[in-house]
């Protein structure tokens, strides 16, 4: 086998694209050899995140993104599609032949509609500053991952993400009306607009979720909504996790959507709200946006819903603090560096499941040695049933061992999730952490996922590593 030459590739990348659009320095392969995983930012801090890329490509363009792609095939180059690196899954790990695809050159919004109430923008587009930019038409996504600040419209796609507005507006998935996606290949597929099409299987299906394993999103067509007319707001606090899920079972299923539900378990209301609560009180959280006839009734009737179950309103104080505080989140070493893991485990069931599931994983987290914090709370519900977003937090003896712990953890939550049969993700995505538990998420599903890879990424350079076990 012929021995890999790095130059001659980065030589031949510059010429076919340009040299401002191709580098290799230090600090620009440093700042793309991982994601938001805990485990990399581990590694990191103890000196032992040695992966680098081959290079990084910023396209500025659909051409160039076409041209790097059929250059990284025809070479049998593995390529990373990256968007701001906020995935929280391991979903970035490159290797010294990698090409990382660095799409945030590719930021425009190149139409919006306000008759159709559409808007079309490039994937690179960061998702703090579209919102921005819509609100200053007079629009929204209603979008709001706690990423929003440092994470791409792709990237939304890629993995997809879940909005804290997420229970009236749906997911990434139900705002997405059209998809442009290049091939491994360099073929490009561009999705038709419309409200809805009997045209056989959604070919956007394909590709939501997909973390880049099968191609590169580089425009999406999406749904908008004029910035809403009222806001109404309430807290409301419950003697039981278990009571409130069925209050908010109980509402959703009549047909009330406020856009923000949550639902947070005793320990997290006395950790977040300690002005209002203490870890007896479960905190639900309430926000109903749109036409002020809509609001006023929607609250009413959510209030009196969750009263049935015990609910006791608390006022709008808990809700005021969540909306200015909740993308405010520290970064993992200032844990790490004290001899603690932590992380957030999101996970999701039908009503029927939802009181085993929260109490399964509780206990299979604190089953690990080490264990400090086991925690949920609902931030995403349906007519059908709601997610537990859970937090663990475990001392490590060592620092050798804090990885083990930290596998352990997840290890035990998969294991109670699937346990329950409850999907082992809901809007994190698979990355590399969640691939050993797929082949039984999607039982004889992963075979027809496998073979659509097979046809679409035939060299396998797509991504490798990530969604699709080995």
């Known amino acids: 086998m012929a021995q890999f030459n790095a130059a001659a590739h980065r030589q031949a990348l510059t010429e076919l694209l340009g040299a401002p659009h191709v580098r290799w320095d230090d600090s620009e392969l440093s700042d793309h050899a991982h994601d938001y995983w805990v485990i990399s930012a581990l590694r990191e801090l103890q000196g032992r995140l040695e992966n680098r890329p081959l290079c990084v490509v910023r396209p500025p363009t659909l051409e160039h993104v076409v041209a790097v792609l059929r250059y990284a095939n025809e070479q049998r180059l593995p390529v990373v599609p990256f968007g701001a690196g906020s995935g929280a899954c391991g979903g970035v790990q490159p290797t010294e032949r990698m090409i990382v695809i660095d799409m945030r050159r590719m930021d425009r919004i190149l139409e919006l509609s306000e008759t159709a109430c559409t808007v079309r923008v490039q994937a690179g587009k960061m998702g703090g500053v579209f919102e921005a930019e819509l609100n200053a038409a007079g629009y929204s996504m209603r979008h709001f991952p706690q990423s929003i600040d440092v994470s791409t419209v792709g990237g939304w796609v890629a993995t997809r993400a879940a909005g804290q507005y997420s229970t009236r507006y749906g997911n990434i998935e139900d705002a997405l009306l059209a998809l442009q996606v290049v091939l491994p290949t360099g073929d490009v597929v561009q999705t038709r607009v419309g409200p809805r099409s009997s045209t056989g299987p959604d070919v956007r299906n394909m590709f939501i979720g997909a973390e880049g394993t099968l191609g590169i999103v580089t425009e999406l067509t999406a749904r908008i909504v004029p910035l809403p007319e009222s806001s109404v707001t309430q807290a409301i ?234």
């Open 237 to 470: 606090t419950f003697a039981s996790f278990d009571a409130g899920l069925d209050a908010i079972r109980d509402f959703m299923r009549v047909g009330w959507r406020p856009p923000v539900v949550r639902l947070y378990d005793g320990t997290e209301s006395a950790r977040l709200f300690a002005s209002w609560c203490t870890d007896k009180d479960n905190l639900l959280l309430l926000l109903s946006e749109g036409p002020q006839a809509l609001t006023a009734v929607e609250m009413a009737e959510c209030t009196r819903l969750s009263a049935l179950h015990g609910g006791r309103v608390i006022g709008a104080g808990p809700v005021e603090h969540w909306h200015r505080e909740r993308n405010n989140v520290p970064g993992w070493q200032v844990f790490l560096k004290k001899g603690l893991v932590l992380d957030t485990i999101e996970v999701a069931t039908t009503w029927d499941k939802i009181h085993q599931l929260y109490r399964e994983v509780v206990a299979a987290l604190q089953s690990v040695e080490g264990i400090l914090v086991a925690s949920g709370h609902s931030s995403h519900s349906y007519a059908t049933g709601t997610n537990i977003y859970f937090t663990f937090v475990a001392a490590t003896p060592s620092p050798e061992k804090a990885e083990g712990t930290y596998f352990a953890c997840w290890a035990k939550a998969m294991e109670a999730t699937l346990k329950c049969g409850a999907t082992i993700g809901h809007h994190h995505g698979v990355g590399r952490l969640r691939t050993p538990w797929m082949a039984r998420e999607l039982d004889g599903g992963l075979d027809v996922l496998r073979k659509l890879k097979r046809a679409l990424d035939p060299n396998g350079i797509m991504n490798p590593g990530v969604l699709i076990p080995d």
